[in-house]
């Protein structure tokens, strides 16, 4: 089946994809300036909220496979790549949060490294230059979490 062709992304998806990054840049910059014994707790937050956003977007690769009708051939590398981000956001959770926002950095580099290379593939090209300047905001924050620590 050939994929649909949607057109970029309205201004409420942009207003929203951008509200989305709210968490990550609050929680970095208070990483800077708050008192060591409360960073814990901040840099905990930033690592499950990035977590969770890479979970979110391995669904949209399910979103994709089973909203354009694909055959279960061409469907399977979305449905298996679509799990791949919650498996790797995971351990993050686990880790202590010095190691865990490079972790989760590093996980959201290269869920836009797919998304990049399968959305033009599935009609979503013209969705990438907001994908990735939210990617861009995103994995930096998590960096500058990191070094505040």
């Keep these: 089946m050939k994929p649909i062709h949607l057109a970029g992304p309205s201004a409420l998806v942009k207003a929203l994809g951008y509200a989305g990054l709210l968490p990550y840049v609050a929680l970095a910059a208070a990483l800077w300036f708050t008192a060591p014994e409360q960073q814990a707790r901040l840099a905990m937050a930033l690592v499950a909220y990035a977590a969770l956003i890479a979970s979110f977007l391995g669904g949209i690769h399910w979103g994709l496979a089973l909203g354009q009708g694909l055959s279960a051939a061409d469907a399977k590398p979305l449905l298996v790549w679509g799990v791949v981000p919650s498996l790797l956001a995971w351990p993050a959770l686990l880790m202590p949060p010095v ?9 959201l580099m290269l869920c ?7 959305w033009p593939m599935r009609g979503l090209g013209l969705w990438l230059s907001l994908r990735g300047q939210l990617s861009a905001v995103a994995i930096l924050s998590c960096l500058l979490g990191a070094a505040a620590l």
């Design 99 to 107: 190691a865990a926002l490079p972790w989760c950095a590093g996980t």
């Design 112 to 118: 836009f490294m797919v998304d990049a290379w399968v």
